[in-house]
């Protein structure tokens, strides 16, 4: 016998209504119930980072919190960033540093570093290796991902000036 | 990984939470769930009931009275950090808060959870002990307010019966000026610290110790206040002499080894960090008196 919620859940800015089993986490919720995949899930258990999605606009772990706990809530995840094929200026910036190599990390950390980037828009390098601390890369050794927040925040810099 | 089949409910009201408490005794409260949903995709946890604690808006407050720093159970970590009035009357809190867990879990992560789940090592149940907290515990037409000692009992196990819920956390704030540091060793910034030392300390007009509290966690299993070097150090001069003393106070708890640390570098960690945390105090203090 399973325990079963009707909920209602913004994703990308696009209404949905489902009815999920209570035990169902945010992130299966995403990934099997809506087919959004790219939220990725590493560890299961709050340590890797590759699941985080941003629940009204906070980056938090989709594996540690319950689809029926965002009834009523927007949820960002990785799809809604890139207009069309128009990247935000942070994916631009992953791709010219070569900040990704697998990629399997890299939703996770886009959903991070966009929070990260909107609260501390001039961050030092320091600043930008402890919002990284809690997403894992087996890949990069960080320095690229490190260079492509830092050009980031750099590009939306010019972009403000410049308005 | 997913949690084993369980029961949910969501009240909105603390009395609802208790009643829900009183009703059903195979029940864990969710609080931000970043120790207790883990252990439960883990399938350590497997309750019938599972209690969510994230729509009881009242359990979210930080309150400064005089004397003491109040937090209702649900306040998050995130929270706590950005407050002003924490800030100001409690900056050892903010330190200590940086080496919690990260940025996401912070968002989420509460310090009536924290201190609910009460890993050796996490900073929040340093803090409590370092302040001498006072816990209140609310059950069905009941509530009781425990101290530190009377709480803490022992390797992830607190005085809460079943039934109760932590409420609220107080901490005993210090009148400024005063020193404080928090020192901490942890494989990777984030994890768990495999041990941390908090002190908060005052000197005399002659440069004496006049109060001071050190607190040692990730060494036993419950962290510790050390209470003899604390008494016996008041009055004297805070030099190399005395933190040393208070490092060799700190390795002398008994150390716990697990497949990852043993107990002697467990007591190592601690001697170090102690000596470092007190100078680092003491120092400090002094700066702030001259300006």
């Known amino acids: ?163 | 990984m997913k949690p084993a089949r369980f029961t949910y409910h969501d009240p909105a009201a603390i009395a609802d939470v208790l009643a829900l408490l009183a009703e059903h005794e195979d029940s864990r409260l969710l609080a931000g769930g970043q120790s207790l949903m883990p252990m439960m995709n883990f399938r350590f946890v497997q309750p019938a009931h599972l209690i969510d604690l994230n729509r009881v808006a009242e359990l979210g407050y930080i309150r400064a009275d005089a004397g003491t720093l109040a937090f209702g159970a649900m306040t998050r970590q995130r929270q706590i950090q950005r407050d002003a009035n924490v800030q100001q009357a409690c900056p050892i809190m903010i330190e200590a808060l940086s080496h919690v867990g990260h940025r996401q879990t912070r968002a989420r992560g509460t310090i009536g959870g924290s201190i609910s789940h009460f890993d050796p090592s996490a900073e929040l149940c340093n803090m409590a002990a370092l302040h001498d907290a006072q816990f209140v515990l609310a059950r069905k037409g009941n509530q009781r307010t425990l101290g530190f000692d009377q709480f803490a009992r022992g390797y992830l196990t607190t005085a809460i019966e079943p039934g109760e819920m932590l409420q609220e956390i107080r901490l005993q704030r210090w009148a400024k000026p005063y020193g404080f540091a928090f020192e901490e060793f942890a494989m990777r910034h984030g994890d768990f610290a495999i041990c941390a030392v908090s002190v908060l300390l005052t000197l005399t007009g002659s440069g004496a110790i006049d109060a001071i509290a050190i607190a040692v966690s990730g060494v036993a299993p419950t962290p510790q206040r050390l209470r003899g070097f604390e008494a016996a150090a008041r009055g004297q001069m805070p030099g190399h002499a005395l933190c040393r003393e208070a490092a060799l106070q700190a390795a002398a708890i008994e150390a716990m080894s697990d497949a990852y640390t043993t107990a002697a570098y467990r007591t190592h960690l601690a001697r170090v960090l102690t000596y470092r945390a007190l100078e680092k105090a003491v120092a400090r203090f002094k700066s702030q008196d001259m300006t």
């Open chain 1, 1 to 163: 016998m399973s325990d079963t919620r009707n909920i209602s859940v913004v994703v990308n800015g696009k209404s949905y209504q489902r009815t999920v089993d209570t035990r169902r986490t945010l992130g299966d919720f995403l990934r099997l119930d809506l087919g959004l995949t790219g939220t990725h899930f590493g560890c299961e258990h709050g340590v890797c980072g590759a699941c985080t999605v941003r629940v009204d606009g906070t980056a938090v772990r989709s594996c540690l919190m319950l689809a029926v706990q965002a009834n009523g809530k927007s949820v960002q995840t990785v799809e809604g960033m890139a207009e069309g094929d128009i990247l935000t200026p942070l994916q631009t910036a992953f791709r010219d540093r070569h900040a990704l190599q697998c990629g399997f990390c890299t939703p996770g950390i886009l959903m991070t570093m966009a929070e990260f980037l909107e609260e501390n828009p001039a961050p030092s390098e320091a600043d930008v290796r402890d919002a990284l601390s809690g997403n894992l890369c087996r890949c990069t050794g960080y320095q690229n991902i490190v260079d492509a927040v830092l050009q980031t925040a750099d590009t939306l810099r010019k972009t403000r000036d410049a308005a």
